[in-house]
């Protein structure tokens, strides 16, 4: 595991948008409970 500072756009709502370094577009970060259901 490694720690990184990301840019965060948003975490108001389960899935959070934050943005890497060396990225150049924002992503979209699902928790897993979330994801497990998306899953489902």
Do not use: K, W
């Amino acid at each position: 595991m490694r720690t990184e500072t990301v840019e965060i756009y948003s975490d108001a709502t389960n899935a959070a948008v934050l943005r890497h370094p060396g990225r150049h577009f924002p992503g979209v970060l699902v928790q897993g409970d979330s994801l497990y259901s998306l899953c489902r």
